[in-house]
């Protein structure tokens, strides 16, 4: 597409419950970056895919993260068992060669 | 791997007034450097970038940012600030190499009239 896009938008969801956000990158952009931006503070990292690669996963804050990847498509990141302090707006970017990125809108996540 | 540090968390400035945000990084490899904006309630936007040649990069509203290696530094100008500035500006910082890019903290920038 032109853009990427990322669903939904918004999420609320109880504390305990697992969710599932998507990302479909720009077609044709072999990498695609996960971050995570809580209120107030700056963009941290999460995950990193390119290509057919072994994803860097040093981001991720512990093991109830987990993001997946169909080959240079869609990806979605998991969220398990969610806790308040996974509130925050998770941004997926896309890039050709690691030169400019592109940044989904992003999705609110709310843990109530 | 790379970091990178905004000193200002917020800089206040009248409007048509002068204004600098700074950035600072470091890293083991040669680097590209990139500043995004984020106007209230939308997402991150690519403001401008420096890969490779003159160190002088410039947006299409105005704002510019050199890079300096001996300074490891990427501040970010604009002459004359308005209103529609006021947004949130993030340096981010990628190696050479093609690993993740790396955002700074943020430097909130508000316009006054």
């Known amino acids: 597409g032109a853009g990427v896009s990322q669903s939904p938008s918004n999420k609320v969801t109880e504390k305990g419950k697992d969710v599932e956000l998507r990302c479909d990158p720009i077609s044709g952009h072999t990498a695609l970056y996960w971050y995570r931006q809580r209120l107030g503070q700056g963009l941290e990292f999460l995950i990193y895919f390119q290509g057919n690669s072994a994803p860097d996963k040093s981001g991720l804050p512990s093991d109830r993260f987990s993001a997946e990847r169909t080959g240079e498509s869609v990806s979605t990141l998991t969220i398990q068992r969610t806790q308040q302090e996974d509130s925050a707006v998770y941004l997926c970017?896309?890039?050709?060669?690691?030169?400019?990125?592109?940044f989904g809108s992003g999705t609110r996540l709310t843990v109530v | 791997a790379q970091s990178v540090t905004q000193l200002d968390s917020q800089v206040p400035v009248f409007e048509e007034a002068p204004v600098e945000l700074r950035c600072n990084y470091s890293?083991?490899?040669?680097?590209?450097l990139f500043w995004y904006v984020q106007y209230p309630n939308q997402g991150l936007q690519l403001l401008l970038k420096?890969?490779?040649?003159?160190?002088l990069v410039e947006s299409i509203n105005g704002f510019e940012a050199e890079f300096n290696k001996s300074q490891t530094s990427f501040h970010l100008r604009k002459p004359s600030v308005h209103i529609s500035d006021t947004a949130e500006y993030f340096c981010a910082v990628s190696g050479k190499n093609g690993n993740k890019l790396v955002f700074g903290a943020g430097t909130i920038l508000r316009v006054k009239s």
């Open positions: 420096y890969l490779s040649g003159s160190t």
């Open positions: 970017a896309s890039s050709a060669q690691g030169l400019g990125y592109t």
């Open positions: 890293s083991s490899v040669s680097v590209y």
